[in-house]
Structures are given as C-alpha cells and as structure tokens.
C-alpha cells in the first residue's frame, strides 16, 4: 500500500504540472504514505509496528481477538517488499506545484511539533526528497540480509525465503502449532498443488522490483551509501554496482555456460544439447532457490518475461 500511495502521488504531480486540480490529490498520497510508514515503523503502547529493531527486519503482525499483537518472525519477501515503497521527488518539480509543496511543508512541521513519526529524514536537502517506507538505519539492515548468500541471495537472484528456515519456523497460536521452512524448488506438500507457494524459489517480478528500488534509492544516495556485496564479504558497492550485479544473476539464468548449458533447463539433455530444442528458452513460472532450475508452468511470459526488459537495462 505505501508503494501504491507512492505511485499515485508519482502520478498526480506529474499530472499536476499543467492541472493544479491533481495537487489536492498528490496531498492525499502523501498524508496516506505517511499514516502507512508511521504504523508500520513505531512501535507505542496499545500499538506494534512491523520493525523488530533487534533482529532487524519488518516482520508481519498478527492481531489477536483480546487486542494483543503477535509477531510472525518469517524473514520472507514480506518484508523485503518495504524496499518497494521508495520515490525521489526532485525539488525543482515542486516549484512548479507550490500549493503542494506548501501543504507537504506545513504536514512535516505539524507532525514535527507533535514528536510524530517523520517520513523525510533530510528536510535540508537543496535538490531532493527522499520518500521510503524503511528509514535509514532500518534500510541497512533489510539490505544486510537482502544479499546475504546465507539468506535470500542466491545464484539466481534473490530467494522468496530466507535460507535460516532450513530450521523450521513455528509459532503457537491458540494452542495449535503453525509452521513453515526453506524449499528451495517444488513444494514438499501437495496441498499448493505443487507450488511452494513462495516458499525459497526466486520470482522474477519480485526481482525486477527490488532492482528498481536499489535504483531510486541510488537516484537519492548516490556513491555515498556502500553496502557489503555479497554481505560479510567486504566487497563494497553502491546500490546501482548490487543492482546490476542482481540483473547479472537473473540474465545468468538463461544464458549458455561454456559447455552450452542453460541453468534454467537444469540437467535436462534435450533443451541443453539438442540442435533443435537448445535455442527454444522456456519462461518458467519460478526458479530453483539453489541452482536457478526453472519450475512450475513454462510458459509465464507475463511475469518471467521482465527478463527481456532486465536485459536492456542492463545494457544502456
């Protein structure tokens, strides 16, 4: 919801640029973002936000009959997709929607004078503002684990799930015990139909947006914000250097080794060697969480055809 706010206002200003009417509506996504980023980061009395400041992740919250909350410790694209909501507003666009920008000033000063919570950590930035769901620190944090090998990078991209559910994971509720763990490929179960239903495969949409937000968080940052890539090996890189090297990892997925293997086909003879089948690149629904294998429905040139627009990014 706080990505979808901030398309709309994305829109609206833009919208706004030659009809003042959509400055109203570019003020209601900001507000909204703003009450979304609030709830999900504070946590105060009678309230539990989604950030676990001690293992440093946004994890889903379950709210209880008798008004209690009870965190859901699964480090999964759940919390990943904080990184979603993220826009960086240029200031010389707001020049040309005062109204806006007078309303957005006066909103940050209210809340300010109230000890609320604050979405824009530099209001003194000259150039630029910084609209994200997970504030600085907190950003580090989701970063460290977003590329950590031992957790969701993998070779292919980035994992549904992290990998320290290899552990299972399991809460009781009620007195009933709940649970999930790491599967890497097709589900364990049959009751997904075989689908591990998000469970440890890498999905190529989820993907392609977590490149672009490394992108809008470069677009803000710059050079001046390194990250461990991947984490613990002290390889420093900007967010655009982890971006692209995640766009690598997906493209790798259906390009020929040096033995002229896919690692989308895994061991399957045919679709490697075979003159006739080798060029014939299926788009698999989702991929192996280990070694990138294609799996479930074939044909998904919906979502597993953002290759195609990963690739020509990668090459402007």
Not at 84 to 103: N, Q, T
Not at 113 to 137: H, M, T
Not at 142 to 155: G, H, P, R, T, Y
């Amino acid at each position: 919801m706080g990505m979808y706010c901030l398309n709309m206002l994305d829109i609206a200003l833009e919208l706004a640029q030659t009809r003042k009417a959509y400055e109203d509506l570019a003020t209601k996504f900001f507000e909204h973002f703003t009450y979304i980023a609030s709830s999900i980061n504070q946590i105060r009395e009678g309230f539990e936000g989604s950030w676990d400041e001690q293992e440093g992740f946004f994890y889903d919250v379950l709210r209880m009959p008798d008004g209690g909350f009870i965190p859901l410790k699964v480090r999964s694209l759940v919390g990943l997709t904080s990184l979603f909501a993220v826009h960086v507003i240029d200031k010389s666009l707001l020049e040309k929607v005062p109204e806006f920008y007078g309303r957005l000033k006066w909103f940050v000063d209210y809340r300010q004078r109230n000890d609320d919570y604050q979405v824009i950590e530099n209001p003194g930035n000259k150039e630029k503002i910084l609209l994200s769901l997970a504030p600085f620190k907190r950003l580090k944090k989701v970063l460290s684990a977003l590329i950590d090998e031992k957790e969701f990078l993998s070779c292919a991209g980035i994992r549904s799930l992290s990998k320290i559910h290899e552990k299972p994971y399991t809460i009781n509720i009620g007195g009933y015990d709940f649970g999930l763990h790491y599967e890497p490929g097709d589900s364990e179960t049959s009751i997904f139909g075989g689908n591990s239903n998000w469970r440890g495969p890498v999905w190529m949409p989820m993907n392609y947006l977590i490149i672009q937000s490394l992108e809008k968080y470069y677009n803000y940052f710059g050079d001046s914000l390194q990250v461990e890539f991947p984490t613990h090996s002290g390889n420093n890189l900007s967010l655009r250097k982890i971006a692209e090297a995640l766009r690598n990892r997906l493209i790798g997925i259906f390009t020929r080794d040096a033995k002229g293997n896919r690692i989308v086909n895994g061991q399957d003879e045919l679709f490697n060697q075979d003159p006739y089948f080798r060029d014939l690149v299926l788009f698999y629904e989702y991929f192996h969480g280990e070694t990138g294998k294609g799996l479930g429905a074939s044909h998904q040139t919906g979502w597993t055809g953002l290759v195609a627009e990963i690739i020509r990014n990668s090459q402007e």
